[in-house]
């Protein structure tokens, strides 16, 4: 089984800000990676998949890099709106696996 | 567009079974893989497993031995099963949809229904 390891758990950052989480895979999973933003209360909502492309209506500060194990989220100027906590997936093969979650606060 | 409905009893006894449905609306249930996810309070999210519309199932190996997956074409669902519950089944669950075009990312969400296992 494929492990997801993100880093960091949590960060605090400003407005404006440049924000940046990685996300590594145990084995290769080429460009196999999304990741998502989650609200409280809320369902998941899928940012970036295939590594880099952005899914439709997401804004385009956020981006996705990466490839084989090692992958990062940018998100280029921090809005008041992008707190919650985002999570990484790997859906090269089942079981799919999520990284543990990075809470982003806005100071 | 594609919207999905998870449904099913909000609390379940210890050692029963939970079974939860979701109804796909705005489209029809072909041709993708629909996932069931879970997430405790307060913590991260956990794939449970998979289903195709053939009935071709995956399933994560810490919960195989208690769950099954199923699909009903004709009304447009997908329904799930976790035999002997307990307490550490307490969750929100999901369901989702795997887009085919989208490197098999979880594209559709449903709200997610709380499941509490409790006497």
């Known amino acids: 089984d494929i492990q997801m390891t993100q880093s960091p758990s949590s960060l605090s950052a400003s407005v404006g800000d440049r924000v940046t989480i990685t996300c590594r895979a145990s084995?290769?999973?080429?460009?196999?990676l999304n990741w998502y933003q989650q609200k409280p209360g809320k369902a998941p909502k899928l940012l970036i998949y295939?590594?880099?492309s952005l899914q439709s209506g997401v804004p385009s500060r956020f981006s996705g890099s990466g490839s084989g194990t090692d992958f990062t989220l940018t998100i280029s100027s921090l809005q008041p709106e992008d707190f919650g906590t985002y999570y990484c997936?790997?859906?090269?093969?089942?079981?799919?696996?999520f990284g543990q979650g990075t809470k982003l606060e806005i100071k | 567009q594609v919207q999905l409905q998870e449904s099913g009893p909000g609390l379940v006894k210890p050692s029963e079974t939970l079974s939860l449905t979701c109804t796909v609306s705005?489209?029809?249930?072909?041709?993708?893989?629909w996932s069931w996810i879970r997430q405790p309070a307060g913590k991260g999210l956990e794939w449970i497993g998979r289903?195709?519309?053939?009935?071709?199932?995956n399933y994560n190996p810490s919960l195989k031995s208690r769950v099954t997956m199923s699909v009903d074409t004709s009304k447009n669902q997908f329904s799930l099963k976790v035999t002997s519950v307990t307490a550490a089944d307490t969750a929100v669950y999901y369901c989702?949809?795997?887009?085919?075009?989208?490197?098999?990312?979880?594209?559709?969400w449903g709200q997610g229904t709380m499941v509490t296992v409790s006497s």
């Open positions: 295939a590594a880099s």
């Open positions: 084995q290769s999973i080429s460009i196999y």
């Open positions: 997936l790997q859906s090269y093969s089942p079981p799919r696996s």
């Open positions: 989702a949809r795997e887009g085919a075009r989208k490197g098999d990312a979880f594209d559709i």
């Open positions: 705005g489209g029809y249930i072909s041709s993708y893989y």
């Open positions: 289903i195709y519309i053939s009935g071709s199932t």
